[in-house]
């Protein structure tokens, strides 16, 4: 489930089957699947830094608010969607290489802390800027792009802008930077004694996953055609996080099965009410006790048993 | 023939210790050096002055004479200087035509073409025959993780020579390994010396091993050169016997 | 000017002392088991709700601490321990570290289910003492008392009984350890519970300030991280000092400086210290990496 090659098809149809249930369906799932599709975006770019090249990030949220924010700013200037979106990934990348600089000095649990706190300056920013951000009242009114002015054409614009991040990133891991990245998760010494220049793929692990989440926030803007900054808070960074863990860290398929169980269990649950994230966080819990690797190891793991001819599945160490 | 490498009066201190204490030497082009002694002895931080995973407190290191004293290992490794470690390090998730190509991609073109360039950046061909020369051509798309010790032994030697190295520091190449896989080890790293006319140290405590791969040897003990010259020279040396019988 | 200036201080290091308790066990957990609990300023409402709930059904404070301090000890510490930190800890401490903001989710959400969203005053200490112009409210000063007897108690319970050098020698080499004699699965098993005992105290003491509320625990937690790294990451002695300089600092940033930035103090703190000097103000330089 690890190669990319393998299952590129299965994210595209996935994505085709969700428009094309999307566009028989009423208002609301039409509004999940563009939710799902957002979200996806940005938990494959945190994938990216987390799952292929082992960096975490608490921040991830905080990119996604700066492409949202960009993007809610710029359009009543005349600003057309286009280079919002484009303009918001910049932002967010070149704020992801400054945000890589850490860790170039600390790892791990260091590393968490100092995005959260990052992470936690940026929503400060965020809700006091009020000349620039409209602070807690928010931005509303926020204009979808012609023709993607319905909820089913803004579905499809979101779906397509997935598929091409995905093929993007397809592409991206199969290259040389793809093994560059997991040699850098793996052993990053032996990675520089190889030549691979560890400071520059670190800060560009950091920078792309957080230019993805600009450009999931930019499309996040105009879905609920309003934004204000506690949707950008620490929480979204922590279910960002947990999306990816629950598809499976690490492997290509996994942000979208991790945002889909985040944005449809709240719908499952829905006779649970409020206790949907109680039940979520017990689930995401459970997974790691029971299968570390996610969704996507329990089905490896599953695929195996059907086909005991196969080479077993090797445990990630 | 020139000088590759050369070490001049090397110190390192750890504290009060001195791990190295004046190591001066030479290694000629095309040469195999082994460098022996017994345990503590210097030769690990003497490996580590040289590549630069810790500066030398004082004195140089020159490679084609050029000073590269505590210059990071990556800046070496673009100079043409490849290693192995003591303990192994493949990446066991990749499979062993991937880890051959990950040691060579670095090496190829600018980072912009990699990126959109073939997947393989063109190495797959180089990979294989790598492959090949070290018989691994059986295993080559099995994730290194899952071969032998001895199999990912030979693997973590091929990637030293992936990217056409100048000097390969090998450090003990051979621990762990197979006695029976041992003689093929030898050749295979006789060949690669033969054909790239490229320089070797070894780093290495089986003694047939060294003595039988290596041009010439040279023993450390107390963080200085006891004996420099022809392995039987060394072997029969008694300041080098003494130094092992001694501790 | 001096009068306020005093007061600041005063009430800083009161709070710093809570933040030096929650740090405290932060760092014994995460020196002890290698769990870095980002659930930890959670830990800290979970008690104060069960007092509040003690306390409504007619128990007295005293009472209702002791019935918090052991339903802390059990489900904070043992069933913390047995159900999530020995399952997932062998899968990768950041692992666990993830499993603990899925915790804190869980009980977030648990408490508002149980609790709902307000803000619960809590009973403390009135009153105080003026001196001239200078006013010291009983409040802060029970609490620097106590936060000073439970952290000299864990010192000395630590350095001068037998099973605090267990402990000690569990967790900085717990092979060594085992070769000792020492039951070291027993002594890490004590470590969660004096965590749970920590944040039981620090819920008595920080709740009359900033009353019981389901959420709280983000703003307590990223203090107390911050206090432990600024003090040295696997410090306990560190996590003290940390404590109380980030409760003075913040507590004049907030007086003196604008508000609604006050807790961007803990943060930069918290990015200067790990960037600049990673082993804290106490730590060695060799302990950085966890």
């Known amino acids: 489930m690890n190669q990319p090659h393998r299952v590129l098809p299965l994210a595209l149809v996935l994505l085709l089957v969700a428009g094309l249930a999307g566009s028989v369906l009423k208002p609301y799932p039409i509004y999940l699947i563009s939710l799902w599709a957002v979200y996806t975006i940005s938990a494959i770019g945190l994938n990216l830094t987390l799952g292929f090249a082992g960096q975490i990030s608490l921040a991830q949220a905080s990119f996604v608010g700066f492409g949202a924010y960009a993007t809610a700013l710029l359009l009543p200037h005349g600003v057309p969607f286009g280079f919002t979106l484009v303009i918001g990934a910049a932002i967010s990348f070149i704020l992801g290489v400054l945000l890589g ?18 992470a936690t300056i940026a929503f400060l920013v965020f809700r006091n800027e009020s000349w620039l951000t409209h602070g807690t009242a928010g931005i509303d009114k926020i204009a979808r792009p012609i023709p993607f002015t319905s909820d ?56 792309i996953g957080a230019g993805l989440g600009g450009v999931s926030g930019a499309l996040f803007a105009p879905l609920g055609q309003y934004i204000e900054p506690s949707e950008f808070a620490l929480p979204l960074s922590f279910s960002l996080l947990l999306m990816v863990v629950v598809g499976g860290s690490g492997s290509f398929l996994g942000p979208f099965l991790g945002a889909m169980v985040s944005v449809a269990l709240p719908e499952v649950l829905r006779s649970f009410q409020d206790y949907y994230l109680l039940i979520y966080g017990v689930i995401v819990i459970l997974l790691l006790v029971f299968s570390p690797d996610g969704i996507v190891g329990i089905i490896a793991r599953g695929v195996a048993r059907l086909r005991p001819t196969d080479a077993p599945v090797e445990p990630k160490p | 023939m020139s000088v590759v490498l050369e070490a001049r009066d090397l110190h390192r201190h750890f504290g009060g210790v001195k791990a190295v204490n004046g190591v001066s030497f030479a290694v000629e082009e095309g040469e195999i050096l082994g460098v022996i002694g017994p345990n503590g002895s210097g030769k690990s931080t003497l490996f580590n002055c040289l590549l630069g995973q810790i500066p030398p407190s004082t004195g140089q290191v020159l490679l084609d004479g050029k000073d590269v004293t505590g210059m990071k290992p990556i800046e070496l490794n673009r100079r043409g200087v490849s290693r192995t470690f003591q303990l192994l390090q493949v990446f066991p998730q990749l499979s062993s035509r991937e880890n051959l190509i990950l040691a060579g991609q670095e090496h190829i073109g600018s980072r912009m073409k990699r990126l959109f360039g073939r997947p393989d950046a063109g190495l797959s061909a180089a990979a294989d025959r790598m ?21 990912q032994k030979l693997l973590d030697a091929a990637m030293a020579f992936m990217a056409g190295p100048r000097l390969v520091l090998l450090d003990e190449p051979a621990g762990g390994v197979n006695l029976s896989l041992l003689g093929s080890f030898r050749e295979r790293l006789r060949a690669m010396n033969a054909q790239g006319g490229s320089t070797f140290v070894v780093i290495e405590h089986n003694m047939d091993f060294v003595m039988s791969l290596c041009t010439r040897v040279m023993c450390i003990a107390e963080g200085k050169v006891i004996a420099n010259g022809k392995p039987d020279d060394v072997r029969n040396d008694p300041t080098v016997i003494e130094a092992y019988l001694g501790h | 000017m001096m009068s306020l200036f005093v007061q600041v201080l005063i009430s800083g290091l009161a709070i710093g002392a809570i933040y030096a308790l929650i740090a405290t066990g932060f760092s014994l957990l995460s020196q002890g088991s290698q769990t870095v609990n980002f659930a930890q300023g959670d830990f800290v409402v979970v008690p104060a709700f069960v007092m509040l709930a003690a306390n409504s059904y007619g128990l007295p404070i005293w009472a209702s601490f002791i019935v918090a301090l052991v339903v802390a000890a059990l489900v904070l510490g043992v069933l913390f321990k047995r159900l999530m930190v020995d399952p997932i800890l062998p899968h990768g401490a950041m692992q666990l570290s993830i499993a603990t903001m899925a915790l804190s989710i869980v009980l977030q959400n648990g408490m508002l289910n149980a609790g709902g969203a307000q803000a619960f005053p809590f009973p403390g200490i009135n009153g105080g003492l003026h001196f001239g112009n200078i006013f010291i409210d009983w409040q802060s000063v029970s609490i620097l008392l106590a936060a000073v007897v439970a952290v000299t108690a864990l010192n000395l319970f630590m350095g001068r009984t037998r099973i605090g050098r267990a402990i000690q020698a569990s967790a900085q080499g717990p092979q060594v350890a085992r070769l000792l004699g020492i039951n070291v699965a027993r002594m890490v098993l004590i470590t969660f519970v004096l965590n749970a005992a920590l944040v039981t105290l620090a819920a008595l003491l920080v709740s009359p300030i900033y009353l019981v509320k389901f959420d709280n625990g983000i703003g307590i937690g990223l203090a107390a991280f911050s206090a432990a790294i600024i003090g040295g990451f696997n410090q306990v002695r560190g996590a003290v000092v940390g404590g109380l300089l980030l409760g003075v600092v913040q507590n004049f940033a907030a007086t003196f400086g604008p508000t609604q930035y006050r807790d961007a103090v803990p943060m930069l703190l918290l990015i200067i210290f790990i960037l600049f000097r990673p082993q804290g103000l106490l730590g060695r330089a060799e302990e950085r990496r966890v």
């Open chain 2, 131 to 151: 492959l090949e020369q070290f018989k691994l051509s059986h295993v080559a798309a099995l994730p290194a993780g899952g071969l032998s010790y001895g199999q």
């Open chain 1, 101 to 118: 600089f850490p860790a170039l000095r600390v790892q791990g649990h260091y590393l968490a802390f100092v995005t959260l706190a990052l």
């Open chain 1, 152 to 207: 089913v054409a803004y579905m499809w614009l979101c779906l397509a802008a997935l598929a091409v991040v995905t093929l993007g990133v397809w592409w991206l891991l199969r290259s040389p930077w793809g093994r560059a990245f997991l040699a850098l998760r793996e052993n990053p010494v032996r990675a520089a004694s190889l030549g691979v220049d560890v400071r520059t793929y670190t800060l560009l692990a950091f920078a």
